[in-house]
């Protein structure tokens, strides 16, 4: 799967946050984004994810067998993982809910969630399962960890994470950087 970007433009007011003529990220990339604060990045991963709508271009996804716009369709969705920001957990369920419940929206039985948590019990520290802790009481760190591991659990040919960094521990950040490489 490949992301092709065209044209791409957006502003806020004067502001140009996003102007892109042309680029693509091929199947199998690790690309990794790095900018000043305010620079564009969270922007044009808003765009990618059809969460904000351009001013003008356009975002594809593409394949031997698939051209489709993002903005076009809700089709990318099924092959398309994403952390941006703890907007995307629901914050008054245990991880171990959130977890279930994303499991059941990609067609995961339970002993296909337990297979995926295991390979992620070093990143997870014994601080995220069976703590009974809502996700709006956890550290910014755990719910980083919950946004990535909930991103990464459809097994997507896509996986979009914003500043996956961000309040990890350096063992956590070395984990999570292990885990994208080989999942």
Known sequence: MEIIISNLKKNFGEKVAVNIDS??????????????????????????????????????????????????????????????????????????????????????????????????KHFMADEILGQKKLIRNLSAGNKQKVGIMAAMLLQPQILILDEPFNFLDPSSQSAIKHLIKTT
Request: glycine share 8%; with cysteine; hydrophobic share 40%.
């Open 23 to 120: 680029f693509n990220i091929h199947s199998e990339e690790i690309l990794g984004l790095v900018g000043n604060n305010g620079a564009g990045k969270s922007t044009l991963f808003r765009l990618i994810l059809d969460l904000i709508k351009a001013d003008e271009g356009i975002v594809r996804m593409s394949n031997d067998s698939i051209d489709i716009n993002v903005a076009e369709t809700e089709e990318w969705k099924d092959w398309t993982g994403a952390y941006v920001d703890d907007s995307f957990l629901i914050d008054y369920l245990t991880p171990d809910e959130y977890f279930q419940f994303i499991a059941r929206i990609c067609g995961r039985n339970p002993e296909e969630l337990q297979q995926f948590l295991d390979k992620f």
